[in-house]
């Protein structure tokens, strides 16, 4: 909440001292609680739509009408400017050109490097996750054999999923590091297996290689997150094969946990179609 704060205080401070009308599309970035201001453009953005569905709040059409002289008092007289209807909960995902790409490495950056992207609504966290992921072209299995490799940043959260994934049914597969930090949390892992190469590891590590499991469908979703960079990184080839293969990737342990949370939201509630209008109701748009 104090980090939302800082951003509400900068984003306020901007536009009001560049004298913006209207929308203005501010890009953060936040680490270890600093709040860093990138950009500021005095324009709407992609997420201005998004966060309208979600809130079902019309700001294109209020901002329009401020432009043109109309005060937000106004507005909320009339109904306009409402609180964001509530009961719900919203998850952007990008679409990325990956699979058009092989030999990019899909890992999430502070490029523009989506094509799109797609909006799952639905009443929990988990269940908006999961339809997302399909909206974007990554369906999460029901069921199979789930590899993970993990940075070291993204082990605790990362446990926590694998733990989800082992009580779903799922059989969890990981590399040496991973696995050993699993099984000291007491998660069952299913098979030792290495990266791309054997070499060196010993003769517990199973003969074939995660790229080989990708390659022949032996992995229903992969949970690779980025220890370094450079073409020649191990991750790299992993994620390459996955999206040769057209198998779901992850690459955060968040986005793993959010995973688990979708497929036990999903196993519980069979995912419903519903019109965004019914989440909107009586909301002036």
């Known amino acids: 909440m104090a980090t939302i704060a800082e951003l509400e205080r900068h984003a306020t ?5 560049l004298d913006v009308v209207g929308l203005i599309n501010v890009q953060f970035a936040v680490k270890g609680g600093d709040v860093y201001v990138i950009e500021a453009n005095p324009r709407a953005s992609r997420t201005v739509p998004f966060v309208a569905k979600a809130t079902g709040v019309a700001l294109a059409k ?8 109309e005060t937000i008092a106004e507005l909320r007289e009339i109904g306009l400017v409402h609180p964001p209807v509530t009961g719900h909960v919203s ?15 899909p890992l999430l950056g502070p490029e523009m490097r989506s094509t799109g992207e797609v ?10 996750f999961t339809k997302s992921q399909m909206a974007a072209g990554g369906t999460l299995p029901e069921g199979g054999t789930i590899f993970l490799s993990l940075a070291d940043r993204d082990k ?4 926590e999923a694998a733990r989800r994934f082992v009580a779903l049914g799922f059989n969890v597969i990981a590399t040496a590091g991973t696995s050993a930090a ?3 949390a007491g998660v069952k892992v299913g098979r030792l297996v290495a990266k791309v190469t054997n070499d060196g590891l010993g003769r517990d590590i199973d003969e074939l ?6 390659a022949s469908g032996d992995i229903q979703l992969v949970v690779n997150s980025p220890r370094g960079r450079g073409p020649r990184a191990d991750g790299a080839y992993i994620r390459a094969a996955a999206g040769s293969a057209g198998i779901p990737l992850l690459t955060t342990g968040s986005a793993a946990l959010a995973a688990a949370r979708g497929m036990e939201d999903w196993l519980a509630t069979p995912l419903q179609v519903r019109s965004l209008q019914s989440y909107h109701r009586g909301a002036v748009v």
């Open 13 to 17: 401070n901007i536009a009001t001292e």
């Open 62 to 69: 209020i901002a329009a009408r401020v432009m043109m002289g």
């Open 91 to 105: 998850v952007k995902e990008a679409v990325l050109p990956f699979n058009r790409f092989p030999d990019a490495d």
């Open 119 to 128: 909006m799952g609504i639905d009443s929990t966290t988990g269940l908006a």
């Open 156 to 159: 605790v959260v990362g446990i």
């Open 182 to 184: 699993l099984e000291r």
């Open 209 to 214: 290689t995660a790229v080989d499991l990708i």
